[in-house]
């Protein structure tokens, strides 16, 4: 036989392995609090969406769409792996017709998301989002308070050097007026622009402003303002937009040319970004907007929306290193086959009162099991041997204060759960 295949995660898909886990985790509890705060549930739909759905909502001409998509066959159906959650959520929605059981709907996701890009850093083809939606509700205020609850949980998690950009795509009116001045200022800078941006002119406009090519930047410099071709309805919940953010004390700048890669906003549009910690060129921490069309769109009612994404793998990196919470922790050190079975006792009788225990049940020297003990992190060492046995003891040692002393066995569960939890541990053990 041949030397075994040692195989790889697929190219930009990553393992999280234990010992960087702990930050994920405490990454999500600070947005399922944040998002529960504000009044969120969560929702979890499937990983595999039918493909038509993300051509439909995402928009044809996108990259996303275009280039980025894992999609495959299955007997009939053309399937995709979602690269991105708020199509899924506006499609249960649809699906279930909540519209019908409550007025506005809050909901917040969490989970893997997959896009075909080229790795780099804070780029990946399998990441993490979470985000929020809110459907039913027209906004502005709604709007407001979503960027706002963003912004103070980025702030909570130490991740300075924040800019928040927001803009206003308009609505129905606007935007086919707006398309005709950009169309006419567009034209005539065809030959300057690149030929991905050239090839879209006709077909979306406003791509060509998102355009991360330096040769198209700079013929765009100069673009007409979307904001100056507001429609009166579109400007009056743009200006309100701007007033509750200031009166929630959240610092924007005001972005006209922000794009971003989906087509299905309107109004209002915004991205948080940081130049914190190690993220480099993937800056963008979160981003969001109105999609007031889409829930029509995949059939169900006229149904306004708004919504956001963050990047898990992004927001760490920002967030820099941080001191890790251990919890207080028991190393049962048994040595010999009835101090097993004991030390398997004392175990279970400490997670009963909510005390964290690792026994090391196998059979090596005294020696290599208080190595692993002092590794472990634990704060207390409980070790029985032959003559803990034949005297109705235990060794406690303070892994913490080097110190060590003999109690009784029949006191002992109480004495290291007080050590660990203070004087009140969980009710229900027994000692
Ligand atoms: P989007 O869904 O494109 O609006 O992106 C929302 C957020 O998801 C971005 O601001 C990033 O933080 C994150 N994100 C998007 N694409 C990737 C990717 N390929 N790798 C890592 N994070 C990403």
């Known amino acids: 036989m041949g030397k075994p295949t040692r195989f790889q995660a697929p190219k930009g898909m990553h393992d999280i392995l ?27 739909t499937p ?59 809050r909901w917040y996701y969490l989970g893997p998301m997959f896009r075909a890009e080229r790795p780099a ?50 609505g129905p009116e606007t935007r086919p007026k707006y398309r005709s001045v950009l169309l006419d200022f567009l034209r005539p ?15 979306n406009p406003f791509r060509v402003l998102d355009s991360k090519d330096e040769g198209d930047r ?40 922000l794009v971003r890669g989906l087509d299905y906003y309107n109004r209002t549009l915004f991205e948080i970004s940081s130049s914190a910690g190690e993220l480099g060129a993937q800056n963008a921490l979160a981003g969001g907007g109105r999609y007031d069309t889409m829930v029509e769109d995949l059939g169900g009612p006229k149904i306004p929306a708004i919504g956001f994404a963050m990047g898990l793998e992004r927001i760490l990196l920002a967030m820099g290193e941080s001191e890790r919470v251990v919890e207080p922790s028991c190393f049962v050190v048994p040595m010999g086959e009835k101090a097993t079975i004991d030390g398997l006792v004392l175990a279970r009788e400490l997670r009963q009162l909510g005390v964290r225990v690792d026994v090391d049940g196998r059979q090596n020297s005294l020696k290599s099991k208080l190595r692993r003990a002092n590794s472990s992190g634990a704060r207390v060492c409980a070790i029985i041997g032959e003559s803990e046995i034949e005297t109705g003891t235990v060794q406690l040692k303070d892994l913490l204060q080097h110190s060590q002393e003999q109690v009784p066995r029949d006191r002992a569960t109480r004495i290291i759960a007080d050590r660990l939890l203070g004087s009140t541990p969980r009710a229900g053990g027994n000692d």
């Not at 709007?143 to 800019?163: K, Q, R, Y």
């Not at 013929?219 to 507001?230: C, F, Q, R, W």
């Open 218 to 257: 700079a013929a765009v410099e100069g673009a007409p303002s979307i904001l100056d071709y507001l429609s009166d309805e579109d400007r009056a919940h743009w200006d309100a937009l701007k007033t509750q953010l200031e009166a929630l004390e959240v610092p924007f700048r005001v972005s006209p040319g």
């Open 47 to 105: 990983i595999l969406e039918p493909t038509d759905l993300f051509v439909r909502s995402i928009g044809e001409s996108t990259d996303v769409v275009q280039k980025e998509m894992y999609t495959f066959q299955r007997h009939d159906d053309s399937l995709t792996l979602r690269p991105e959650g708020t199509a899924s959520a506006a499609r249960a929605y649809v699906q279930h017709a909540v519209q019908a059981l409550e007025p506005i709907s």
């Open 189 to 203: 800078k065809a030959a300057d622009l690149s030929e991905h941006s050239r090839a879209r002119i006709e077909v």
């Open 18 to 44: 234990p010992a960087e886990i702990w930050r994920w985790q405490r990454l999500e509890a600070a947005f399922i609090e944040a998002a529960t705060l504000h009044g969120y549930s969560e929702i979890r």
């Open 121 to 170: 850093r804070g780029r990946q083809r399998q990441f993490h989002q979470a985000g929020c939606e809110i459907f039913g509700d027209p906004g502005p205020t709604c709007d407001a308070e979503m960027i706002s609850m963003l912004v103070s949980m980025f702030v909570d998690l130490g991740i300075g050097e924040l800019e928040v950009s927001i803009s206003s795509l308009g």
